[in-house]
């Protein structure tokens, strides 16, 4: 089992940056292809990136190809969602989660769940 804790959001202006972080209790990080979802009000909870356990491998949504970056450090047991080119429609309740079998984009993959963290982009 593993918990997740992010940080990181805030409000920003349109065109602007965040470094989104999630941290992971355990010593079993590195077991864990770790993804980051966000959810706007009314809307369902929507794939935003996926890295898979050593690192190699990153996945993004279309909507944020070529503006977000995930990272991973094991190490420090630690995921990472660089942001940059902010829209106000990347406004939501951002959240990173642990896929114990394997990576993708579907949330059913996804076995733990942080709490979340918001970020608003104003315009």
């Known amino acids: 089992q593993v918990q997740l804790v992010e940080t990181g959001g805030g409000v920003v202006q349109a065109g602007g940056s965040l470094r989104l972080s999630c941290a992971a209790s355990g010593r079993t990080f590195s077991s864990y292809d770790m993804g980051w979802f966000h959810q706007a009000p009314g809307k369902e909870r929507e794939f935003v990136a996926t890295?898979?356990?050593?690192?190699?491998?990153?996945r993004y949504a279309d909507s944020v190809k070529g503006r977000f970056t995930i990272s991973r450090d094991n190490a420090k047991n630690t995921v990472y969602l660089e942001m940059n080119s902010l829209k106000p429609e990347d406004t939501a309740v951002y959240y990173c989660a642990a896929a114990p079998r394997a990576p993708g984009t579907t949330l059913t993959l996804y076995d733990y769940w942080g709490q979340g963290t918001q970020v608003t982009v104003s315009s």
């Open positions: 890295i898979s356990r050593s690192g190699g491998i990153t």
